[in-house]
């Protein structure tokens, strides 16, 4: 594994576990292509894969630890050999570490308005095909509040509601957490969307993890 190039398959494959493990095996179904990046065979569902991080981060001072060479501390040596030999460490060490190889990922991550913004704009134009229902991914490194998740639900709800083609379901993952929000279901005088949240547990993220290099 030493020798692995950047890519952002790792990513992907952990988005479908994710969805497998909270909303059921049909989502195993899901093959990895480009645009989107997950499809069902049979063309009922496209899911976009991205990411988002604020600019109020920085990612070279605050998230970058270049692990080639580090010596692994005392506690959780696993993990942080893992995030060494394979380059990639979303879901370990709670976070607070990238990868030399994930930093790429990262290193392009627009703000999460701006990113969902771009990600609307392609699916109204067609961009990412004829599919029954599309689906947008984000992984975000920042920690969200809940009234931060009903705020971008609601951004998202605004920027399509007059697009033929648009986004059916928002997921939301964070290191600990993914939400999984029905665009579908807006109540215009509450203004408010169904979101479910899942807790991922440690146990949970080193699964993915692990399940996601192969």
Same mark, same amino acid.
């Given at each position: 594994m030493a020798g692995r190039k950047f890519d952002t398959c790792f990513f992907e494959r952990y988005a479908r576990h994710t969805l497998e493990t909270f909303l059921g095996s049909r989502f195993s179904a899901l093959i990895n &292509? #480009? $645009?989107?990046d997950? =499809?069902?065979?049979d063309k009922s569902l496209g899911i976009e894969v991205t990411r988002a991080m604020e600019p109020r981060k920085d990612v070279a001072q605050d998230l970058l630890l270049e692990m080639a060479g580090v010596e692994s501390p005392a506690d959780n040596? #696993?993990?942080m050999g893992q995030i060494i030999? %394979? @380059? /990639?460490? /979303? @879901? +370990? =060490?709670? @976070?607070r570490y990238v990868g030399r190889l994930e930093y790429e990922y990262w290193r392009l991550a627009q703000p999460l308005r701006r990113i969902i913004e771009s990600k609307v704009g392609k699916v109204g134009s067609g961009f990412y095909g004829d599919f029954e229902e599309y689906g947008l991914y984000i992984f975000c490194k920042d920690h969200l509040s809940e009234e931060e998740v009903r705020l971008t639900m609601e951004y998202t709800c #605004? +920027?399509?509601r007059h697009l033929d083609i $648009? /986004?059916?379901k928002l997921y939301i993952s964070l290191i600990d $957490?993914? /939400?999984?929000?029905?665009?579908? %279901?807006? #109540? $215009?005088? &509450?203004h408010h969307t169904k979101c479910t949240s899942y807790d991922i547990s440690r146990k949970m993220c080193k699964d993915f993890f692990l399940k996601s290099l192969d």
């Open positions: &292509e #480009d $645009r989107p997950l =499809q069902m065979p040596d #696993d993990e030999r %394979t @380059g /990639y460490g /979303y @879901g +370990l =060490q709670e @976070g #605004d +920027l399509q $648009r /986004y059916s $957490r993914l /939400y999984v929000c029905d665009l579908n %279901t807006i #109540d $215009r005088p &509450e």
